[in-house]
């Protein structure tokens, strides 16, 4: 879990060791609201918005991937305190509720 303060930094530093194909799921303390970034290229990172809204963003650099995430910080995890993140082997891993009851937001236990 990550302080919201210094979430953006924390962010940044990982993106830019995040190998091609991988991503980074940021989640909220409950776990029903996602943003997920994976890297596509050697600057080419696309991003994926559930929650309040339902968006995708794909072909943006590392500066554009930092700005995207400011306003999304403020739309998904606005009274969030603490963030939780994960680094996953591949933006497929990141579409599996993560809840523990099994079913809820993403359907039903894989």
């Keep these: 879990m990550l302080n919201r303060a210094s979430l953006e930094g924390d962010v940044e530093a990982r993106l830019r060791r995040l190998p091609i194909g991988h991503c980074l799921d940021l989640r909220t303390f409950k776990r029903n609201r996602s943003v ?3 890297r596509t290229g050697a600057d080419a990172y696309g991003v994926v918005e559930k929650g309040f809204h339902e ?3 794909e072909g943006l650099s590392l ?3 930092l ?3 400011r306003t999304l910080l403020r739309r998904e995890f606005p009274r969030s305190t603490k963030v939780r993140c994960y680094t996953l082997s591949s933006p497929d ?3 599996v509720n993560r809840m523990g009851h099994g079913a809820g937001r993403f359907g039903s236990a894989r």
């Design 93 to 95: 891993a990141a579409d």
């Design 36 to 38: 997920c970034f994976h």
């Design 67 to 69: 700005r995207l995430l």
């Design 63 to 65: 500066d554009e991937a």
């Design 55 to 57: 968006e995708s963003w």
